[in-house]
């Protein structure tokens, strides 16, 4: 079991990288944390979080990171929950769920944010890291669930979710996935968002260069082979994510407009994706 937790992969970092303004501002002016003690804070819910989720968005302190205010279409997003344009915002695969925070700082309602992970022990982590236990509690902000369920136990169904959602926003998410899994999450988030025009999917995951093919790759590491069977991420490129939405669009009937954009930046992600045809896919998909 030990081994499960292993340290010594590459995307297990001991020290705290420096923290961005950004997040050390959210973390002093949202979460209230004394600013001195900001990076003890992070490494302190990283020790934690390592023990329930050894993936490389904890061992690398990416969940430190900011990704949706970095957007162009950000002030958009905020404006359109700030006015009651929309009334909910869903983050899928939202592990520590840093990006919720900043847009309640940012003045979007706090009952119009809400996440969702597979675990329960990622998000209560984050409800440590942000000391918003009360104002995000579990069950009502806060989803534990598999997103691949459909069942009738579906815990975002049973939720009254279905349907009702403005903006999904899926980072470092789809990329977990085979491609075939991909499809299926895909079709789930069509199923929560609103039928009509305009909802809006937003995220970042990692991909390859356009020079290359999208294709499976071997998850790394531990997490790679949980009992036994092995598992694959579809890294794509910019035509093969297009084209799986032209797959998502003709089995649901549905239009979409698909932005995305190749980016080659050496950020810490490079620790887990240390391939030179390495790129992120930054996305903005929008219902026609
Ligand atoms: C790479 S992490 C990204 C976390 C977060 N979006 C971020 O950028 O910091 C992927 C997240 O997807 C979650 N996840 C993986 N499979 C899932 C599933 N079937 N249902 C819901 N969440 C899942 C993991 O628990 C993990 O928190």
Redesign the pocket.
Known sequence: MEAFFDQTVPWYLVDVPPTNSVMQKLLVEYAGIEEAKVDGHIANIRNKAWRV?P???VGSF??AEL?LSTFPVYPEIVSNLKSGTWSRYLEV????G?DIRKLIQDGAPKTSVMG????SG?LESGQELFQDTNALPLDQALFA????DTSDSNVLRKAGLDGTVDIIHA???LH?FDRPTQLRACQRILALLKTQPGVMIVGKQGGVSSTAEGREHPVKGPMGQVGGVVRTNFLHNVDSFRALWDEVGAATGTRWDVQVREEEVMDRGYLYFDEEEHRWLSFVITKL
């Open positions: 989720a993936f490389p968005c990416l969940f990704v695969g939202c592990g520590l840093q969702t992970d597979l675990l990622l669930a598999d997103f691949l980072t470092m998410f977990c």
